[in-house]
């Protein structure tokens, strides 16, 4: 094995050509005819021609679609909550208030809301003029909250739960905001549709089935007459705690000629798992696909949030659980 050595003199050569080049910037240098030229190794500061714009970060943005608010009251104030993203695609969280990369964008956008159109039974009940951002929390944290004052057409305010979206240029129907009469088969199918998902779940059997029903509500489904019910067995529909060997049962159902059709079921055993509550609060077709999409408020221990429910032909299928508190 040959092992090369540079000649004393060459050697003080080499070092004293390298301290010109670190203090003259100089790449190239000459000494007794002889040529010493140096390359820096790549990524030593020198720009990459291979680098592509396509790796950089890309910029941050909300999601496309439209802002979905639920309207609520509190004495003489209203306020609307956004819950949601929506368009025709589906649906997508609004992120929280505090996110540091999404928060901005979502201010700007809440500023240059100025009305809002209100909707109540799936069709449009009246108008919203946004005052500003609302500052106190709500019973949902993190998600973004307008004050408003409204305006609305005759019998909208028989309806305990109002929709929201940004005005936009496209119409939206004028409907009837008559609430439905109370069809007494249709409630007492709500009674067979729990007892059915009591059975199914093998669970306690209560004294009386509507003797656990906390809620229920009529509206007008796409078919025909819709029915939406909450049970809770030894719980309350609130944000309380749920005690052992509690269970919560919420179902939807459609009128059909010879019977109601159940549409959408959800059996939780609250005392083991956590409790997860849900009724109904408002139906209306915001992506405008000819199918009305469904929101519940979900209540859990300490908190409220929301569930979005979408037509899959002809059940409704969970679309979105928007999670109040959520991460950033």
Excluded at 130 to 139: L, N, Q, T
Excluded at 276 to 283: H, K
């Amino acid at each position: 094995m040959t092992t090369f050595r540079a000649a004393e003199g060459t050697r003080g050569l080499l070092v004293g050509a390298l301290i010109v080049m670190a203090t003259t910037g100089c790449d190239n240098v000459e000494w007794g005819g002889a040529s010493l030229s140096l390359q820096p190794p790549p990524g030593s500061g020198e720009e990459d021609p291979t680098a592509s714009a396509s790796d950089a970060p890309a910029p941050p943005s909300l999601p496309n679609g439209e802002l979905l608010f639920v309207v609520s009251s509190s004495g003489d104030r209203r306020t609307a909550t956004a819950i949601a993203f929506v368009n025709e695609g589906g649906t997508a969280r609004v992120p929280p208030v505090d996110n540091p990369r999404l928060g901005p964008l979502l201010a700007n956008r809440l500023a240059g809301i100025g009305e809002l159109t209100l909707f109540a039974n799936g069709t449009r009940a009246g108008t919203a003029l946004v005052s500003g951002a609302a500052e106190e929390a709500g019973a949902c944290v993190g998600l973004p909250r307008l004050d408003v004052g409204i305006e609305l057409r005759e019998r909208a305010n028989e309806w305990p739960t109002l929709l929201a979206m940004p005005r936009s240029n496209e119409p939206w129907e004028h409907g009837d905001l008559a609430p439905p009469a109370q069809v007494r088969e249709v409630r007492a199918a709500s009674l067979s549709m729990a007892g059915n998902m009591i059975n199914g779940e093998g669970a306690v059997w209560p004294p009386s089935v509507i003797g656990i029903r906390r809620d229920i509500q009529l509206f007008h489904g796409p078919d025909g007459l819709g029915v939406a019910a909450s049970f809770l067995y030894r719980d309350r529909l609130d944000a309380s705690p749920s005690p052992a060997g509690s269970y919560s049962i919420f179902v939807m159902g459609e009128e059909r000629p010879d019977s109601v059709h159940q549409t959408y079921g959800d059996f939780h055993r609250s005392g083991t798992d956590g409790k997860q509550a849900p009724r109904y609060l408002a139906s209306l077709d915001w992506d405008r696909d000819g199918e009305s999409e469904v929101v519940l408020e979900v209540f859990a221990e300490g908190q409220r949030s929301y569930r979005l429910l979408e037509r899959d032909g002809a059940q409704y299928v969970d679309a979105l659980d928007v999670v109040c508190g959520g991460p950033s």
